[in-house]
């Protein structure tokens, strides 16, 4: 039985960060004390995140704020079950929030209690009590922790992503990808696991490649562990484990000289049609972009679309990266891009009178020829045009 004054205890963990280009080179600058260390990816990958997400905290966006601790106030409250007990609690959150932005930081310790009106009470005050707590950079992705009758639960994120073809490309159908809030600790730690064996197994540079396009692809763009900076984490991750094969990278590998907006993540190509194809052909699928609001304010519709999700992620996760169809041409794609990147800086090497790489009778080597057959004639053939 919920009372009137029944007080739902929240603790919100604001996740924000900023200067991501000089945060990567100081993780640069210590991978190789890192690889000494060699710690799993699931213990590596939450140390990078922090290290790249470095700084002091930007300006929140305010409105982010407010809809992010909405939701944290009427997730599976009891007596917020409409659209309309939402915006009661917003407006609330909001009269907050403008008294806490202008007071600065000391307005975020202690509690506040938002009351809002509620539709179950037939309009008469719920509440809920607000403990703000400050970033915490390196945890995955979860609003809070919500004691509720007594009972704490755990209360995670879900992301939505405006899927949309690239560049009209087919394969990349229009809609809304939401990750999943299903265990998104138990998926974050499977992959890491599952990837880390497939290292060790790896014969070949481009077995090696494919998984760290795997780890990339499904880490960043499918399972989003963290809350914020998670394509910043995972490039991080893909330099260091190229560092692992003796391809000493200073930064994340781009290929800007096709495609202007692969300068800094080449495989930025391959990633956003990964993530709604893997939707659409192993999960439920995208959200409709008109269906969106629906989807949100429905909690059966949202709760069996990420139990699905978490089920579809884990199946694959255990089946390791895929390699028929779309999805498995997407993680060969992400693979010779890769391929090229390291050819190309072989052959920067090479001309500067310097040795970049691992030998060449290693099994992870890669000469310049790559480069220079398949990309140099393109960019010749551009340049004269």
């Known amino acids: 039985m919920?009372?009137?004054?029944?007080?739902?205890?929240?603790?919100?963990?604001?996740?924000?960060?900023?200067?991501?280009?000089?945060?990567?080179?100081?993780?640069?600058?210590?991978?190789?004390?890192?690889?000494?260390?060699?710690?799993?990816?699931?213990?590596?990958?939450?140390?990078?995140?922090?290290?790249?997400t470095a700084g002091k905290h930007p300006e929140w966006e305010r409105d982010w704020v407010l809809g992010t601790l909405s939701e944290l106030v009427t997730q599976e409250h009891p007596q917020a079950q409409t659209i309309k007990d939402m915006k009661a609690a917003e407006n609330n959150i909001d009269v907050y929030l403008r008294s806490a932005f202008r007071k600065g930081p000391q307005a975020w310790r202690g509690t506040k209690e938002i009351r809002f009106a509620s539709t179950a009470l037939g309009g008469k005050a719920?509440?809920?009590?607000?403990?703000?707590?400050?970033?915490?950079?390196g945890h995955l992705r979860k609003l809070g922790e919500r004691t509720l009758s007594g009972e704490t639960k755990d209360i995670f994120a879900h992301i939505e992503t405006p899927m949309s073809g690239l560049s009209g490309e087919a394969g990349t159908p229009d809609g809304i990808y939401v990750g999943t809030t299903e265990k998104v600790d138990e998926l974050f730690n499977d992959l890491c696991d599952k990837c880390d064996e497939?290292?060790?197994?790896?014969?070949?540079?481009?077995?090696?490649?494919?998984?760290?396009?795997?780890?990339?692809?499904?880490?960043?763009?499918?399972i989003h562990p963290f809350f914020d900076g998670n394509g910043r984490a995972f490039a991080a991750k893909l330099v260091y484990d190229l560092h692992k094969i003796g391809y000493p990278l200073k930064?994340?590998?781009?290929?800007?000289?096709?495609?202007?907006?692969l300068a800094d993540l080449a495989l930025d190509g391959v990633s956003a049609q990964f993530t709604s194809n893997f939707a659409s052909a192993h999960g439920p699928g995208l959200v409709r972009t008109h269906m969106i609001n629906a989807f949100l304010s429905d909690a059966k519709?949202?709760?069996?679309?990420?139990?699905?999700?978490?089920?579809?992620?884990?199946?694959?996760?255990?089946?390791?990266?895929?390699?028929?169809?779309?999805?498995?041409?997407?993680?060969?794609?992400?693979?010779?891009?890769?391929?090229?990147?390291?050819?190309?800086?072989?052959?920067?090497?090479?001309e500067r009178g310097e040795h970049f790489g691992p030998s060449a009778d290693s099994p992870f080597y890669i000469g310049p020829e790559k480069y220079r057959d398949e990309i140099g004639a393109y960019i010749e053939a551009n340049r004269r045009s």
């Open 2 to 52: 919920y009372t009137l004054r029944m007080v739902e205890e929240a603790q919100f963990h604001l996740l924000s960060s900023d200067n991501k280009k000089e945060n990567l080179k100081k993780f640069i600058d210590c991978i190789p004390a890192l690889l000494q260390k060699d710690l799993p990816s699931k213990r590596s990958l939450p140390l990078m995140h922090r290290l790249v």
């Open 126 to 137: 719920a509440s809920a009590l607000i403990q703000p707590a400050m970033l915490r950079r």
């Open 198 to 222: 497939l290292y060790k197994q790896a014969k070949t540079l481009d077995e090696y490649l494919e998984v760290v396009v795997f780890m990339s692809l499904m880490g960043s763009g499918v």
């Open 251 to 261: 930064e994340v590998p781009g290929i800007g000289e096709i495609e202007p907006s």
């Open 301 to 350: 519709m949202r709760k069996d679309y990420m139990h699905q999700m978490h089920d579809a992620i884990s199946a694959q996760i255990k089946n390791g990266a895929p390699k028929d169809g779309y999805l498995g041409h997407l993680i060969f794609s992400g693979v010779e891009i890769l391929k090229l990147c390291l050819s190309r800086e072989v052959m920067k090497a090479q």
